[in-house]
């Protein structure tokens, strides 16, 4: 399986950026995606996950601004950013896996997002 992200770049406060991550592979056994950041100095934190039902969660600091969604037939997971801060300037990861199955846990490299001030 191999997860990779794309979308990140530099973007002025209240701005927005779309996250995008395309899983490809063997994934009849994913039952869910999230995206974690990890800012510099910080570790790393859930930023939102969808399952494979439509089911999604978000951290506080995300909620309302944040949308996770995920084209089935494509096989892509996005990540709507908007009304962004700086301190949402982080390395953003994606992440493939079941929740039910530890060996099923798959990352991808991260794409940096910087948001100035």
């Known amino acids: 399986v191999e997860v990779e992200e794309s979308g990140g770049g530099l973007v002025q406060a209240g701005g927005s950026l779309r996250l995008s991550c395309a899983v490809s592979?063997?994934?009849?056994?994913?039952?869910?995606f999230g995206w974690y950041r990890r800012a510099p100095g910080k570790q790393r934190e859930l930023a939102a996950t969808i399952t494979t039902g439509g089911d999604t969660n978000y951290a506080d600091s995300v909620k309302g601004r944040f949308t996770i969604s995920r084209d089935n037939a494509k096989n892509i997971v996005y990540l709507q950013m908007n009304s962004l801060k700086p301190e949402d300037t982080a390395v953003y990861y994606c992440?493939?896996?079941?929740?039910?199955?530890?060996?099923?846990?798959?990352w991808g490299l991260g794409t940096q997002v910087t948001v100035s001030s």
């Open positions: 992440r493939a896996y079941n929740d039910y199955v530890y060996e099923v846990d798959y």
């Open positions: 592979g063997v994934t009849f056994n994913i039952d869910a």
